[in-house]
């Protein structure tokens, strides 16, 4: 059986050989490793099904974080090398027009040939001039785009700080991994929140995140640490229930489903309840993330 300082143990050695040989601790690169390191201590794979995955959201979040914050400070310094290459292009450009405007007014009437060739000069200037502004101006949106999309390095949800979507999809992996090589079952639980939205509406979006968190931490304390919850969207947890299968899945929804109904949350004078629905399915071999959700029938 393999003991929490056991499994301390060999999680310190995965971690070690992780950042000498540069590994992102992906769930399924940290299952193998945990295999690996506690086959050498004499423990069997079966030992190690429930093992604490906790090390690897940890530092995958970690490096995720890192990646997110220099990629912001990148998108920034270029904005702003962009930018002031746009305010200097536009200076000089306005004076390089001006210019040619005061060549036309001095003497450009003195002679029609003259006038026609500085006339070609300042359109074809204005004309670069206004190409380079829409250059810059391109690059600009771009970089805008990119600060938009920056989100998509993070692996967690920044209200529950549980797992988002990627994370999910990166553990679901992870379960497949143990699915295939040992044979053992897992379940995935959906729980949608009815009423959040109407709350949020009613209150607030400061009033829904508390209720939101205060209703994963009590979900993520009904489950195991070998187990996996998720927040993919404003409505929805998900659970990946390592080792577990339908009719053992069944009895642990009851279980959540009874703690979450007795919770009634206060604002003010008003008192209410978040209303659930519950679906689940046990993972197939072939299955993906998006067909084992779209096999989940939701039920009050």
């Known amino acids: 059986m393999l003991k929490q300082k056991d499994a301390s143990e060999i999680q310190s050695e995965v971690l070690k050989y992780a ?20 086959k050498k201590k004499g423990f069997d794979e079966n030992d190690c099904l429930n093992a604490d995955k906790a090390l690897a959201f940890e530092k995958l979040a970690e490096k995720s974080i890192r990646a997110k914050s220099e990629k912001i400070n990148d998108i920034y310094t270029t904005m702003e090398n962009t930018t002031e290459k746009l305010i200097i292009h536009l200076n000089e450009g306005k004076k390089a027009l001006d210019d040619s405007i005061d060549e036309i007014k001095n003497d450009g009437l003195e002679n029609k040939d003259t006038l026609s060739k500085k006339m070609d000069k300042f359109l074809s200037q204005y004309s670069n001039f206004m190409k380079q502004v829409g250059e810059i101006k391109e ?4 970089l805008e785009d990119s600060l938009k999309s920056v989100d998509d390095l993070s692996i967690q949800d920044s209200v529950t700080m549980l ?28 729980f949608r929140m009815k009423n959040i939205a109407q709350i949020r509406k009613k209150f607030s979006q400061s009033v829904e995140n508390a209720i939101v968190k ?24 998900r659970i990946l229930l390592h080792n577990t299968d339908v009719e053992d899945a069944k009895k642990l929804v009851e279980k959540i489903k009874q703690i979450l109904n007795k919770v009634v949350f206060q604002k003010g004078e008003d008192k209410f309840k978040i209303s659930f629905l519950y679906g689940l399915t046990q993972i197939r071999k072939e299955d993906t993330p998006s067909n084992a959700i779209m096999r989940i029938t939701l039920n009050s």
């Open 214 to 237: 205060s209703l994963a931490n009590l979900i993520h304390e009904s489950i195991r640490a070998s187990d996996v919850l998720c927040r993919c969207d404003d409505e929805s947890f």
């Open 163 to 190: 797992g988002n979507c990627r994370y999910f999809e990166m553990a679901f992996d992870g379960e497949m991994y143990t699915t295939k090589r040992y044979n053992t079952p897992t379940t995935l639980v959906l």
């Open 139 to 142: 690059n600009i949106d771009s």
């Open 19 to 38: 950042e000498e040989k540069n590994i992102v601790l992906f769930p399924t690169t940290y299952k193998k490793l945990f295999f690996k390191f506690a």
